[in-house]
T-cell receptor, first 117, second 116 residues
Framework: GAVVSQHPSRVICKSGTSVKIECRSL??????MFWYRQFPKQSLMLMAT?????????EQGVEKDKFLINHASLTLSTLTVTSAHPEDSSFYIC?????????????FGPGTRLTVL | AQSVTQLGSHVSVSEGALVLLRCNYS??????LFWYVQYPNQGLQLLLK??????LVKGINGFEAEFKKSETSFHLTKPSAHMSDAAEYFC??????????????FGSGTQLTVLP
């Protein structure tokens, strides 16, 4: 149980285009979802926290107009990288948590590798 | 504010040798503690966690960790390394206080290499 999927697993796009990444909790209701960014050989950096039906809370230094997060249901959150540039190339990982059961744990998706040309 | 320090960004051990990955935390209240493993181009997999109760926690793949409050440590160990253990390991903490229990703060990671 507690499976989180991400789609796509890998995406290559041209500079200036927008890319949407989906994060789904497959077998539980995710009241909170988190989006992380990971540069090569580095740790995960929290970008934003989103609660279902609410606006996302962004970490300091993360542009909310560039990284649009939508958490429209208890099983789906999306991250849209708008007007992507090569410096946005990174590994994006989502995680989800629930208020019931293993409430102190985050379940991670497999990640999405974004390459902007 | 919480922080996590992982001593040693790279650790190499021989196959069959003891694995010891170090993690120290800083928090005004003892946090929840986690160890995750990440294989190349994959997400994070939970190895083990400490929330309450017994301070020696056993996880998957033969790993265990001990919470030592006096030392503010949560070191990860495995008695005998296997080639398949080669990966990146992250220690993480979250605030156990109500309303903020789920946000994770990660350490910088330790790359484990297992030598044949």
């Amino acid at each position: 149980g507690a499976v989180v999927s991400q789609h796509p697993s890998r995406v290559i796009c041209k500079s200036g285009t927008s890319v949407k990444i989906e994060c789904r909790s497959l077998d539980f209701q995710a009241t909170t979802m988190f989006w992380y960014r990971q540069f090569p050989k580095q740790s995960l950096m929290l970008m934003a926290t989103s609660n279902e039906g609410s606006k996302a809370t962004y970490e300091q230094g993360v542009e909310k107009d560039k990284f649009l997060i939508n958490h429209a249901s208890l099983t789906l959150s999306t991250l849209t990288v708008t007007s992507a540039h090569p410096e946005d190339s990174s590994f994006y990982i989502c995680s989800a948590s629930t208020t019931s059961g293993r409430a102190n744990e985050q379940f991670f998706g497999p990640g999405t590798r974004l390459t902007v040309l | 504010a919480q922080s996590v320090t992982q001593l040693g960004s790279h650790v190499s051990v021989s196959e069959g040798a003891l694995v010891l990955l170090r993690c120290n935390y800083s928090s005004s209240v003892p946090p929840y503690l986690f160890w995750y493993v990440q294989y190349p181009n994959q997400g994070l997999q939970l190895l083990l966690k400490y929330t309450t109760g017994a301070t020696l926690v056993k996880g998957i793949n033969g790993f265990e960790a001990e919470f030592k409050k006096s030392e503010t440590s949560f070191h990860l160990t495995k008695p005998s390394a296997h080639m398949s253990d080669a990966a990146e390991y992250f220690c993480a903490v979250s605030d156990r206080r109500l309303g903020s229990a789920r946000q994770l703060t990660f350490g910088s990671g330790t790359q484990l290499t297992v030598l044949p």
